[in-house]
């Protein structure tokens, strides 16, 4: 499988979970989208020594996963993106606070540490959350969402547009890549002689393309507005939802819930 | 260059967004005024090609590894600054949504760091004077030669402002340990070569449209005739040329000097340079009653944590008791897990 026609699995991939039936899926897209945002906003407020604070954090994208019954293992196979960059940037932390927060034992552990495993856990609690949110929305839904939260509608449809064409236009050149490998074996890329012309043959059919597409919008009646079939309405158990999570995200985020569960066992 | 979320404290991010979000208001402003409603099909069908392209491996010769394309003056160069940046804009939107290359709240900054520049900076300040200009003379060589020009150019310039960004945010957000200085010295060398490969790869791309549809792309004029003979490799090898030696120039210059801007700003007293640009560091900012009154404003309501103090008792919070509550919340996490796999058997059977 190249790597073209990997993205074409994971999309796909995503827009069969989205496509699910649950109770996560069954709340408004824009709903899950507001408490997405803060649900991040509040994880990335915690400061960066605050790693037991930062914990109990992980209780909602897991009551989540276990909702909406979501593939744990998806979610944790796009970390491969997401974690070398923050640890590249983390890594150096222990190497340069080398100030003892904690004593445990004969075991000291500097700042350096508390902040880099705080550092990584946020990324893992973003990325959970923000695939939570793809995993359990489909992209239309979302888009109307956007729409009513009122962002221009030429981005929207853009959006929407350019997802629906991300997918034909990976599968062409996954086949050329395909075509292009077969015909160069042993060579690991496309050679220099071929830059301009690979992308450029398919940039120029694609214009073409873009043409007959607009013409066609405009054979079935497209008249600078798109209408969404979702036509869901804001209801009191979506408010319920997005206000109640805002709350718990704001409660954890002031009161040390890990350290009081523990000074009732520890004195 | 994509920024993770958890790269950026959240007024960094929020600020990011502002930005971005001004200049896509300003776009989608500039793109109603021009009345050319049959160019979105167009921005999503060239937004999803290089959406698709990116992942494209492109072989540098002699070297063994592989280059790979980011698309930001592509775009501008074939569908001018405004409509090009919405397009990154969906671009980024769509990668860090379904392929959690990037995050949510990342999203503005990632899009200043790579549409922002590319599309605007790369367009007016190097795409747009540099194919308008007289450079290589006249004739279609010579504008072969400009577009090859303006794309390394663009590329390498936009690339390594992002770079720059990308450290600034990430500074400003107090995420990492590592000085400024040392960061900047780590990023910049990097992206000027994957700046080079990039401004390469859409040189080849756009020499490609010209050759054949030299009317898709912006600022230039199909020329008829053929002009003096230019080699094209003698401009790409003196703009190579050119731009390590710079590279190579500003990366010794800030390695040799970690902290340089702290240095510039505030002098090192021990070393002798009190002097400088003769700021106190204690004494840094405007001193007024209004000033004091914004600050305590800002104190009370900053919802962003003060990152500077590494030994707050408060925000430690690595007591024995954290870490035993820590492990009653993983507790807590594995029963839900183990009752939500219980439930879904249950009905599952």
Redesign the interface.
Known sequence: MNKMQRAMHELSEMDELAAGSSPVHALHPAAKLITTVVYILVTLSFDKYDLGGLVPMVLWPVMLFQISGTSVKTCFYKLRIVLPLVMAVGLFNPFFDKTVLLQLGSLSVSGGVVSMLTLMLKGVFCLMASFLLMATTPIDSLCAALRKLRVPKLIVTLLLLTYRYVGVMTEELAVMTEAYSLRAPGQKGIHISAWGSFLGQLLLRSMDRAQELYSSMLLRGYRQEFYYADHRAFRRGDALYMLACSSVFLLLRNVRIAELLGSTIVR | M?????????AV?ATMYVASGTV??VS?HK??KDDE??K??????????V???Q???????GT?S?GH?CGGMLLSA?LGPQAGF??M???L??Q??????G???ALGANIWNMAFYGCFVGYYLIWRPIMQSRWFGEGKSAQRARIVAASIIGCVVTLQLGAFSVVLE?SLS??????FGAFVALMQPIHLAIGLVEG??TA??????YE??PE?LQCVEPAEREGSKRSLKAVVAILAVVALVVGGGLSLLASSNPDGLEWALFGNAEEGYAENMGLDEEDFGVSSKAADTAGAIQEKTS???D?AF???DT????????????????G??VL??L???FF?KKKSS
């Open positions: 994509h920024m993770a979320d958890a790269l950026l404290a959240p991010a896509a208001g989608v793109l109603k409603p049959q979105l099909p167009v921005m999503a069908v060239t937004a999803a090609l959406f698709a392209g992942m494209i491996n492109y072989t540098i010769p063994g592989s394309m074939l919405l397009s804009i969906v671009i939107a769509i860090c949504l379904f392929f959690a290359d995050g949510l709240m990430t107090g995420i990492t340990e590592l000085p390469l790869i080849a791309v756009l020499l490609f449209v054949s549809r898709l919802f962003l944590p990152y590494a030994n707050n925000a430690a919070g690595t007591t024995v008791s954290g870490i035993v509550g820590s492990a009653l919340v993983a807590v996490a839900i897990c009752t939500g796999g879904r």
